[in-house]
């Protein structure tokens, strides 16, 4: 079974705290993604690594970067949390193609930032 | 950008009753997904349908697709209070290989 991890269910930040959120994926999947959920906007791609240290921005990168140094492992790095940065943040992988592929999601951290 | 946008944005239905949620799109694809949210937790895929499919089943849920409408439905049959949950199409944007583009959802209620 393909198994996403990450490393928090709940987290609490406090503004302008450098936050950091990994995401763990025992697959040897290509792509890694992180996602925020907000109510009424879905789902919003922040960021996607086709391979290590390969990354590409998706539609909100701002206030955020990523690091993929191992395969199986993406980190979503908040530099200055803000309390807009307040979301569910969800980490998927998947394998690489010409087109999508299932893409496996972790459980979600829910990131609360006073 | 948001590709798929879902319809309804709820449902409430009583168990056994059938499900229909649709999907539609801007740009032409290579395939679209239908994936299901339980409150709270990660996305789990259900199903995946080519864009040169009509029509994909998978236990009970059958998942259909119009390219020249743009535009997908999901029914799920004889619906369970277990089936409780939101549900997202995702669609892929052609060139951008492996990235996929998600609705907002349609959330669903069976009622027991």
């Known amino acids: 079974d393909v198994k996403v991890t990450q490393s928090s269910r709940y987290l609490v930040k406090r503004t302008g705290e450098k936050v950091f959120l990994e995401c763990v994926q025992d697959?040897?999947?290509?792509?890694m993604f992180w996602y925020r959920q907000d109510p009424g906007l879905g789902l919003r791609l922040i960021y996607f690594?086709?391979?290590?240290?390969?990354?590409e921005k998706g539609d909100i990168p701002e206030g955020y970067s990523v690091s993929r140094e191992k395969k199986e492992r993406f980190s979503l790095i908040l530099e200055s949390a803000s309390t807009n940065q307040t979301s569910m943040y969800l980490c998927?992988?998947?394998?690489?193609?010409?087109?999508?592929?299932?893409?496996?999601f972790g459980p979600g951290t829910r990131l609360t930032v006073t | 950008s948001q590709q798929g946008e879902e319809d309804p944005q709820a449902l409430s239905i009583q168990e056994g009753e059938n499900a229909t949620m649709n999907c539609s799109y801007k740009?032409?694809?290579?395939?679209l997904q239908w994936y299901r949210q339980n409150s709270g937790r990660g996305l789990v895929h259900l199903i995946l349908?080519?864009?040169?499919?009509r029509e994909k089943h998978s236990g009970r849920l059958r998942v259909t697709l119009d390219t020249s409408k743009k535009s997908s439905s999901l029914l799920i049959t004889a619906s369970r209070a277990a089936d409780t949950a939101s549900y997202f199409c995702?669609?892929?944007?052609?060139?951008?290989?492996?990235?996929?583009?998600f609705g907002d959802g349609t959330t669903l209620t069976v009622k027991p």
């Open positions: 740009t032409s694809i290579n395939n």
């Open positions: 998927a992988s998947s394998l690489w193609g010409l087109s999508s592929y299932e893409q496996y």
């Open positions: 349908i080519r864009s040169n499919e």
């Open positions: 995702a669609t892929d944007g052609g060139a951008n290989a492996g990235k996929s583009t």
């Open positions: 697959m040897d999947h290509e792509n």
């Open positions: 690594s086709y391979d290590v240290k390969m990354k």
